[in-house]
């Protein structure tokens, strides 16, 4: 797996927890 695609899979798992976490606590957002 190269850099790249590391910091894509990173970004998108940062992303995805992101609104998960918007969904869950909307209070906080």
């Known amino acids: ?3 790249e695609n590391l ?3 990173v970004l998108i798992v ?3 927890g992101y609104l998960v ?3 869950l606590f ?4």
């Open 21 to 23: 976490a918007a969904l």
């Open 14 to 16: 940062a992303v995805a």
């Open 26 to 29: 909307p209070e906080k957002f």
């Open 1 to 3: 797996m190269s850099a």
């Open 7 to 9: 910091a894509g899979l």
